[in-house]
């Protein structure tokens, strides 16, 4: 059987930390900035956690499972 390419949109947008869960940045900071606040463009910069929910999908496209 040949191997499973990785996906390499997900390869790009994703990181596996060292416990295992897999990460990403928040969209919606990359312009248009003046009518956002303070507190939200904050909260954007921080890493998002994958919901349990969309973790199966995510791992198949990194190759994990």
Not at 34 to 40: F, G, I, L, P, V
């Amino acid at each position: 059987m040949p191997k499973v390419k990785t996906n390499s949109s997900a390869k790009k947008r994703f990181r596996v930390t060292g416990s295992g869960k897999i990460t990403f940045q928040k969209a919606f900071k990359r312009h248009i900035l003046t009518k956002k606040s303070t507190k939200r463009k904050r909260a954007l910069g921080n890493t998002g956690i994958v919901h349990p929910s969309n973790l199966h999908f995510v791992k198949r496209l990194l190759g994990l499972k």
